[in-house]
């Protein structure tokens, strides 16, 4: 019964016993390690990281996903029923409603993840320089608190009036937008961590100011930078489809899904296919990006998990 | 508490001096030159240069600045290149529709989001709390514009229940009022009620993590009032603050929802004057919704000395 080993030598006084081991209480439970524990872990990290990978594959390979020319017209093919010759049918001009939403990706994503990178970058920028100096705090702040009360949809809005629409136009009058709400986020954290004892610590041992901010504040920063940026990646898709669903965004010539559910607005109460393939691709990828980094803010920040 | 309300007050002035900064100058870098637009194509170069004195566009940048508040502030907004009506008129004739599309959605979003947030807190970890934050997730995802189309699509064209899109006047009787504004309401208030829903739960997770939660369940409080009497109250100044920083999210999504719907408002006047290069109208629009937006928020934030009496700055 007892498979207990004694070593050599120790013999058991006579009256005494070995006790058993005892059982476990609790039943044993598996380490999630590994990049398969970490996703099963989180869940919405692997939802979403999946959904988006799937975008991101449709988007690269549009052209070969049995795809046509997404600008071909067909005139004599117009608003056909989805079938076997158009899967997702045809617009007022014949283009297949498919080809676009596939192409469509590209702008989408594009502009996503441009914004984001962008807008993380600059804004990640201006709150290091407004947590360290106490003037340009004054000054910058001020200006972030006039820009942020320009509704941020708005904002876009009137950038785009004044230039043509372009995709690059697009990102840069949403990253404007954006900017003002990441600098006042590192601007945040920066000024809690200043008063952190390590910080306290490196000043008194006479570490140098930039070494300060680039060795001992910016890599604290980042973490809430990257949740941050998956969420403007979100609100960027959705501001740029809203741009070209108004007619103040990427020009009419390129398909993206604001574009075609701009130009399915006139039918959709008799074709309303044309709208709602773009509505499903647009909902899904910004639900992928909003899962992604629900699911990061969940696994670098714990604590915020109970907050948000 | 008064100099707080003072102190306020007076903050709120340089912000709107940056929002009217920024706006002016958008006007100011806008192509094209109103002076040759006015001036027709028979125009010689000295009619163009008489009627830009006359405009007072040859005049530098701040003294234009100067000149363009001045006339805010005596309520002229300027004039349409496009229809040239003054475009104060132009938005008072346009302001009932998105008026009341935002203050329907407003007591919508609030009298459902703060009840979905409060239960899912108090609920918390259980299916109802994940369904109330499943919901926030979505509603974060799905772009006004496709909840609107949906709506459309299901209660309008399908079930033939409410009107397919338009406005009707208040005036002409509060129920086609309301019907025509339902829909829209409930398209453009669904990321809102998500925020709103999103922090009422937090906030009140971390109040009923109180002592003094602890304390009225101690002394026998019921379950409502711990909720509502105790609990709520105290989360009331962040639930407040969101609902003040979320109209920034109607404002926005009425542009989109006016248009889904054909509701003829500020945000129909905005994307029709964004087509026509309209540019004192975008920006008699764009400054108007900031306004308002400002002031909204001072009014939230003086509303906090009422919430929490502690508050002094």
Known sequence: MSTTTLPPGVTIPPGLVIAQPTQDILSNVKPRRGFFGFLRRYPTIAIGGGLLLMMLFIAVFAPFLWTKDPTALAPALRTREPGAQF?????????????????????????????????SVIGLTIGLISG???????????????????????LAIALMALTRGSVQNVILAITIAEVPRV?????????????????????????????????????????????????????????EAILSFIGAGTPPIIPSWGNIMA???????????????????????????????????DAIDPRLATKL | ???????????????????????????????????????????????????????????????RFGAWVWDILHGDLG?????????SH??????????????????????????????????????????????????????????????????????????????TPF??????????????????GGVYIALIARITRATMLEVLSQDYIRTARAKGAGQRSILFLHALKNAAVPIVTIIGIGIALLIGGAVVTESVFAIPGLGRLTVDAILRRDYPVIQGVVLLFSFVYVLVNLLIDLLYTLFDPRIRY
Request: charged share 15%.
């Open chain 2, 90 to 167: 132009m938005i008072a004739q346009r302001i009932e529709p998105t008026l009341s599309l935002m203050v329907v959605t407003l007591i919508l979003a609030v009298s459902i989001a703060v009840p979905m947030g409060v239960v899912a807190a108090w609920k918390q970890g259980t299916s109802i709390d994940r369904a109330v934050m499943a919901f926030a997730v979505l509603g974060f995802s799905v772009p006004v514009f496709v909840v609107g189309y949906l709506l459309a699509f299901v209660f309008a064209l399908e079930l033939d229940w409410l009107p397919v899109q338009g406005y």
């Open chain 2, 1 to 63: 508490m008064w100099a707080y309300i003072v102190r306020r007050v007076l903050a709120t002035i340089p912000v709107m001096a940056v929002v009217a900064l920024f706006v002016f100058s958008l006007l100011y870098l806008a192509p094209g030159d109103p002076a040759a637009v006015i001036a027709g194509d028979q125009a010689t170069p000295d009619d163009v240069e008489r009627i830009r004195a006359s405009l007072g566009l040859d005049r530098p940048y701040l003294v």
């Open chain 1, 263 to 297: 130009e399915g607005r006139a039918l959709w109460q008799v074709k309303p296919y044309i709208v709602f393939f773009p509505a499903i691709f647009l909902s899904i990828t910004v639900l992928a990006v909003n899962l992604l980094g629900d699911g990061l803010r």
């Open chain 1, 132 to 154: 360290f100096s106490r003037l340009a705090d004054s000054i910058i702040m001020r200006v972030m608190d006039g820009m942020m009360s320009i509704p941020p949809i708005l």
């Open chain 2, 79 to 87: 004039t349409s290149i496009f229809t040239n009506l003054p475009v």
């Open chain 1, 87 to 119: 899967w997702f049918g045809s617009d007022m001009l014949g283009r297949d409603v498919y080809s676009r939403v596939l192409y469509g990706a590209r702008v989408s994503l594009l502009v996503g993840f441009s914004v984001a990178f962008f807008a």
């Open chain 2, 171 to 188: 005036r002409e009787g509060f129920i086609p009022w309301m019907e025509n504004l339902i829909l829209p309401a409930v398209a453009l």
């Open chain 1, 183 to 239: 600098s006042r986020l590192v601007r945040g954290v920066v000024l809690s961590l200043r008063e952190q004892p390590y910080v306290e610590a490196a000043v008194a041992s006479g570490t140098k100011t930039p070494v300060i901010i680039f060795k001992h504040i910016l890599p604290n920063t980042l973490a809430p930078l990257t949740v941050q940026a998956t969420f403007i990646c979100a609100a960027a898709m959705i501001t």
